[in-house]
């Protein structure tokens, strides 16, 4: 674990300092979003999507939940050089589940996956708030266990009784105590997906979540899961320049829906 958190680190320092254009914005080593102007900007950030691309919300179970267009999945296992260096990022502004593996002095994009969060936007502070917690580069949280979750019930108590809901993994995460956050898929909900709607896990499609599981993940991942106001970090901004990547999903923060906008 120590060695894996040591290229995580490695990979944000080596993206150094970039060129940017001046009516442009930029993220600091953190991921925040920067005038360009700003000092501690480290990188030329990505262009927002139009306005078009937003969060929606509907009613779904007797809940207002947060709905989103699905994107295409990207799964690229042929480019994998080591399977116990790559890491997962997700971006709970953007509805993605992304995995890395850092290569030499490179950082390569090796997958991506849409995915669901929990209702309310927010770090989790205690069970039964309905949100999912999220972590920093430097202090991730790591894949413990991995549970075939075929026939895993839940009852949301949402009158649907208990139904199948997770999919054929369970990936337990190590979440600094808060305890029963995981991965897993999205049986009965693949509706919700990406969206906001859990209680508090990551749900992905069904496909993806064994897509995931059997190319990528293993006990003992480093799992980063940022809040909701950070974007890119610098390494990613450099792997999807690099490889071209196009995603339907990148959301102005200051322009993303409140709890309070969604649960009036």
Not at 45 to 69: C, D, M, Q
Not at 77 to 93: A, I, L
Not at 95 to 114: C, F, H, I, K, S
Request: hydrophobic residues 35%; contains cysteine; negative net charge.
């Amino acid at each position: 674990m120590a060695s894996a958190l040591l290229l995580l680190m490695a990979v944000v320092v080596g993206c150094g300092q970039k060129s940017v254009d001046s009516n442009s914005s930029g993220v600091d080593a953190s991921g925040h979003v920067m005038d360009i102007n700003a000092q501690g900007v480290v990188e030329e950030a990505l262009p927002f999507s139009s306005e078009n691309v937003k969060e929606n919300v509907v009613e779904a179970y007797g809940h207002r939940v947060i709905r989103l267009e699905k994107d295409q999945r990207i799964s690229q296992p042929d480019k994998m050089k080591n399977q116990e260096n790559c890491f997962v990022v997700m971006s709970k502004k953007d509805y993605y589940l992304y995995v890395y593996e850092p290569q030499g002095n490179d950082t390569v994009l090796l997958a991506r996956y849409d995915c669901c969060f929990a209702l309310k936007k927010g770090d989790k502070q205690q069970e039964g708030d309905m949100r999912t917690p999220h972590c920093s580069l430097d202090h991730p949280f790591t894949i413990t266990e991995i549970k075939d979750a075929s026939t895993w019930e839940h009852d949301f108590g949402d009158g649907r009784g208990p139904i199948l809901s997770y999919g054929n993994y369970f990936l337990r995460l190590d979440t600094h105590g808060h305890k029963g956050i995981g991965i897993h898929g999205s049986t009965n909900n693949a509706e919700s997906v990406p969206g906001r709607a859990s209680e508090g896990c990551i749900r992905l499609l069904d496909d993806d979540i064994i897509d995931f599981r059997e190319h990528y993940a293993f006990v003992g991942m480093n799992v980063v899961i940022k809040a909701e106001d950070i974007d890119d970090l610098p390494f990613e901004i450099h792997a999807m320049k690099k490889q071209q990547v196009k995603r339907l999903r990148h959301l102005d923060p200051a322009k993303t829906l409140t709890n309070e906008q969604v649960q009036p």
